[in-house]
């Protein structure tokens, strides 16, 4: 009891090996070193990491902890760690030590771990290496340390390691565009996010009696409710007592990690829920949000709840996403997404955005394969998340800003505000847009732009490290023509203005999910990449990998490998969900209904026999019997085709054939199945169906 009255500012980061407990118990000189590193990315020396690490272990002893690991973030999609003692024997004894090196560099077994061919230039070997930028914490009596994972030849093996690269190249690129603008006081520009988490929450017996939901995480039977979201009652309602118990412990073992957990509600569908930190700096944010989703794991199973990420684990009910909230400021605090009050503010804010115009209409397969998944795949372009097409809301506001200097006219908002780029005076935008368009790819939400295509599952580093890039690449390129320039203003209006003109067709503000605007994108060739497999495509275009190399994030060979990891972590995906439908098809479905159908056959028997003469007829039991048997054969049949597409499948040469293999044969013989045997979900007794249905779990807590 007592630990519930004990105000969140008295534990906020008690785990956490943070500034404040550095500055504490770290030498100044230390604590400057370290300091430097963080801001400016200047090396640690060793004999500085040295103490830094004793330090960090006598904190952590001191709460209780006896080991220490590496925590990482492979190509796996979740986190690793391997855990080591702190014990070192000596003279018989042993003494708790933790060295520099210790802290600096680790060698878990690389060959475990997705490389996507880059395995074998390295011989299994493989290094993980702190990363100063995020605090050091304790989760389970473990000292976790923070760190990239690289390959011994240096190549990159992680979701982490692109991610602070790309950061160093907004930052360059971003403080090069201010000093454009006459700001010599900029050292850095950092980005930021927010990522807002959906999850839905179940009963862990539900979870239990299904075999689809503990071996993919999602169903794949089940026909609908009779009730599903139509009642639009389940948005911001009450939370039962478990979700809100198991709210308020989330809520507490993440700011004991020093998350920012802030809002968390209901959402849309039965059963689901979201959770939104405050935002944080990039690399931050995504090591927060791992450890948010391992936490709403391992938190719900102590209330005999679990805890779903999956993107769709119900068809027919709305999936789970994650909205990258995505910003950029200097380091006196300048938003510069933020349209601000003076005309200089906005002269940076407009050739930020038009930046983001023209990354986002270049590299929009890049984008769209930053949130491929086959998960992913069940939800995007499904009228509850964003279409597979890439496009950018800006509002109306904003969209008479550019129409207007496009068009080199004064604005005519309501004829009162005018506009007229060569005396500077740029209207004040309405921040908040009032029109909250919640259908588009990529909004504009007063000083930030939301991505929300991400999956609930999904790691936010990728998709922010390619939105990172992007925007490097083109603000570098403006800064060349603008740096070449004989009159700075001319052709920064002149650049506006093209930029403006020739990115103008990745603007949409209307119904991202209506039918229109698919026929739209076709008339403005914006491309389509309908499932991960075509995506993911994409992505060593030679142009991509030429951005990548020029900002320094990725070669092209570390792009083919995860090219390589990702198309085969999708054909893994869709091949376990293949051979669970077969399993539960044979073992579980099958059986129940040739049963049932032997009760029905059973009773039109006694009923033929005994009523024979009085004629009382069977019919129900007739019809019920018939239809089940067809229906059994067709599924009986199903099962054989999705075996043999499994099989071709199998049969497939290389990654890629494979991949498209398991998404043009496997997914529709799947599909092909679940519409077989939910008609027989329908038809057959409740509790003679051998697992529990849609409503049992998602009206059950
Ligand atoms: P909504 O559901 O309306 O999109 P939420 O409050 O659920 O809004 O989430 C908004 C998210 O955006 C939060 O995580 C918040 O911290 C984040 N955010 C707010 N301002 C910024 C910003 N400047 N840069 C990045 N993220 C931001
Ligand atoms: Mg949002």
Redesign the pocket.
């Known amino acids: 009891m007592e630990e519930n009255l004990r105000t969140p500012d008295t534990y906020f980061a008690d785990n956490v090996f943070n500034e404040h407990v550095m500055a504490n118990r770290l030498p100044r000189k230390v604590f400057e070193a370290v300091m430097s590193t963080r801001r400016l990315g200047t090396p640690l020396p060793r004999d500085a990491a040295d103490v830094v690490a004793g330090a960090m272990k006598d904190w952590a002893v001191s709460k209780g902890c006896t080991h220490y690991t590496h925590w990482f973030q492979p190509m796996t999609g979740i986190t690793a760690e391997k855990h080591d003692a702190f014990l070192t024997p000596k003279g018989g004894g042993v003494i708790l030590e933790f060295s520099g090196k210790e802290l600096i560099k680790g060698e878990p077994d690389a060959s475990s771990f997705p490389s996507g061919g880059l395995r074998a230039t390295f011989e299994a070997r493989g290094y993980t290496a702190w990363d100063p930028t995020s605090d050091a914490f304790i989760k389970d009596r473990t000292l976790c340390i923070p760190t990239g994972f690289v390959a011994y030849t240096g190549e990159v093996l992680d979701k982490k390691t692109p991610l602070l690269r790309s950061m160093e190249a907004v930052s360059r690129a971003s403080v090069r565009m201010l000093r454009l603008f006459g700001n010599d006081r900029v050292q850095r520009v950092l980005t ?5 988490q959906e999850y839905f929450l179940i009963d862990k017996s539900s979870f239990d009696a299904r075999e689809d939901l503990i071996l993919t995480g999602r169903t794949l039977f089940g026909a609908m409710p009779p009730k599903g979201e139509e009642m639009d009652d389940h948005y911001f309602g009450n939370l039962t007592q478990r979700v809100s118990d198991f709210m308020r412990e989330l809520d507490e073992e993440l700011w004991k990690l020093g998350i920012y957990a ?2 968390e509600h209901n959402e849309v569908a039965p059963a689901q829920h ?1 959770l ?4 944080t700096t990039s690399n931050i944010a995504a090591d927060h949000n791992q450890l948010t989703m391992e936490l709403m794991k391992k938190t719900a199973l102590r209330h005999g709840l679990v805890c779903l990420l999956h993107e769709k684990p119900f068809a027919g009910i709305s999936g789970s996403g994650k ?1 990258n ?3 950029l400021s200097t380091d006196d605090g300048q ?1 510069l ?1 933020d349209p601000g009050d003076t005309p200089q503010d906005n002269m940076i804010f407009l050739l930020t955005l038009c930046a983001i115009l023209k990354g986002v209409k270049e590299y929009a397969p890049l984008l769209r394969l930053s949130s491929a998944s086959a998960g992913n795949d069940c939800r995007l372009g499904g009228n509850e998340a964003p279409p597979t097409v890439i496009s950018v809301f800006v509002g109306d506001d904003l969209q008479r800003v550019l129409d207007a200097i496009e068009q080199g006219k004064p604005l005519d908002a309501n004829g009162k505000e005018r506009f007229n780029l060569g005396v500077d005076a740029i209207p004040q935008f309405r921040k908040d847009a009032t029109d909250r368009n919640r259908t588009s790819p990529m909004a504009f ?1 007063g ?2 732009f ?1 991505f929300r295509m991400l999956g609930s599952a999904d790691s936010i580093s990728c998709f922010n490290f390619v939105m990172n890039t992007v925007f490097a690449s083109v603000v570098t390129g403006f800064c060349e023509e603008l740096e070449q320039a004989a009159d700075f203003r001319s052709a920064l209006h002149e650049l506006l203005v093209r930029t403006i003109r020739e990115n103008r067709d990745i603007i949409f503000n209307g119904n991202g999910y209506g039918d229109e605007w698919f026929d739209e994108c076709r008339r403005r060739g914006l491309p389509n990449y309908p499932s991960t497999v075509e995506a993911l495509m994409q992505y060593d275009r030679p142009e991509f990998v030429q951005i990548f190399e020029e900002q320094k994030v990725l070669t092209g060979a570390e792009i083919t490998s995860r090219k390589e990891i990702l198309l085969e972590n999708y054909s893994k995906t869709v091949g376990i969900e293949a051979k669970t439908m077969l399993d539960m098809a044979r073992k579980k479905i099958l059986p129940a209904v040739i049963s049932y159908t032997k009760e029905l056959m059973d009773s039109i028997d006694l009923k033929h026999r005994l009523f024979d003469e009085i004629r009382i007829h069977a019919r129900v039991e007739e019809e019920l019997a018939a239809k089940i048997s067809d229906l059994t054969a067709a599924l009986y049949d199903a099962i054989g085709d999705l075996r043999e597409q499994i099989d071709a499948a199998a049969r497939a040469e290389g990654t890629i054939a494979t991949a498209q293999a398991y998404r043009s044969l496997v997914v529709p013989a799947m599909e092909r199945m679940r519409t077989t045997a939910d008609a027989l979900e329908v038809l057959v007794p409740q509790e003679k169906w051998p697992f529990p249905c849609y409503s049992e779990i998602l009206y059950n807590i």
Do not use: F, I, M, R
């Open positions: 930021n996010v927010g990522p807002e802030k809002t979201e939104a930190p405050v935002y909205h909230n995505w910003s938003n997404l939400t000083n930030k939301e």
